[in-house]
């Protein structure tokens, strides 16, 4: 069965490389990491001109804590988003509201 929304294939899991899908699906993620990252450093860059050097060691401390909140915050999205997707495709709203 073929899901066209606005002319648009939605069936493309079922149809595309993996290989492919792969990459289409990564490289909007990694580039977003590549931009937080890079904010980071011309944040750091800036703190560094116009504070000094202790304003540095205090992002050096906070740097990894912020990264550790990111990560679970992102372990929530993915495994929240994962679980109400197989739910909705059992047609099972008691099991995402359970979700939510």
Same mark, same amino acid.
């Given at each position: 069965m073929e899901v066209f929304i606005n002319g648009v294939d939605h069936n493309i899991f079922e149809?595309? *490389?993996?290989?492919? @899908? @792969?990459m289409k699906f990564s490289i909007p993620a990694i580039v977003s990491l @590549?931009?937080?990252? @890079?904010? *980071?450093?011309?944040?750091?860059?800036?703190?560094?001109r116009v504070i000094g050097g202790n304003a540095i060691g205090a992002l050096?401390?906070?740097?990894?804590?912020q990264r550790i909140i990111v990560a679970i915050s992102m372990m929530i999205a993915i495994g929240s988003s994962t679980a109400i997707a197989r739910n909705n495709g059992k047609k099972d709203n008691e099991g995402i509201k359970a979700v939510v």
């Open positions: 149809k595309e *490389n993996v290989g492919k @899908l @792969l @590549l931009v937080a990252e @890079l904010y *980071n450093m011309v944040d750091t860059v800036f703190v560094g050096v401390v906070v740097f990894p804590i």
